[in-house]
T-cell receptor, first 115, second 110 residues
């Protein structure tokens, strides 16, 4: 079964520093991975996805993610954190079987950017 | 485009009452989903639909029913609400891969 794991419940980063939010995956077949962000009292917003090709994927709001097949990881990164990046981040993997098409979400990592 | 909308935004129910949550999307997406979000649990899939007139069970379907009579609408019903169904409910839709989420419905069952 497809699954993702986010090993950190919370990450604290000082404003202006680089940030990393970790995600590892377990899939059968080729991985199809996502990152979503949830701001307080809002629905999830799509940030970026990896299908195939370049291991560095660029997304919204200056975020990028690095796909590493040997380490089965898909970490979210940003070179310089902003206070407004504080939110809940979800890693996710596509689970498609025939016409069934679902996304399996991790439990989320809360990112705090400290001014 | 409004994207994905959900009604109501908030609701308080007494144990045993019933209600229906409405999700609507104007993006002509085939797929629609209902999730619940609870602290420390991430998002859990309740039911989903791969097209008009079809529904399927997700990870936590017990106590819920759904209907997809029109392509743009996906209804989630609670026939007899229980305190364990206190949660934030999100609807999402998709056409190919990434899903687009509504703003959520905060439901409290007392």
């Amino acid at each position: 079964a497809q699954s993702v794991a986010q090993p950190e419940d919370q990450v604290n980063v000082a404003e202006g520093n680089p940030l990393t939010v970790k995600c590892t995956y377990s899939v059968s077949g080729n991985p199809y991975l996502f990152w979503y962000v949830q701001y307080p009292n809002r629905g999830l917003q799509f940030l970026l996805k990896y299908i195939t090709g370049d291991n560095l994927v660029k997304g919204s709001y200056g975020f990028e993610a690095e796909f590493n097949k040997s380490q089965t990881s898909f970490h979210l990164k940003k070179p310089s954190a902003l206070v407004s990046d504080s939110a809940l981040y979800f890693c996710a993997v596509r689970d498609k079987r025939g016409r069934d098409d679902k996304i399996i979400f991790g439990k989320g990592t809360r990112l705090h950017i400290l001014p | 485009n409004a994207g994905v909308t959900q009604t109501p935004k908030f609701r308080v129910l007494k144990t045993g009452q019933s209600m229906t949550l409405l999700c609507a999307q104007d993006m002509n997406h085939e797929y629609m989903y209902w999730y619940r979000q609870d602290p420390g649990m991430g998002l859990r899939l309740i039911h989903y639909s791969v097209g008009e007139g079809t529904t399927a069970k997700g990870e936590v379907p017990d106590g819920y029913n759904v209907s997809r009579l029109k392509k743009q609408n996906f209804l989630l019903g609670l026939e007899s609400a229980a305190p364990s169904q206190t949660s934030v409910y999100f609807c999402a839709s998709s056409s190919r891969s990434e899903q687009y989420f509504g703003p959520g419905t905060r439901l409290t069952v007392t």
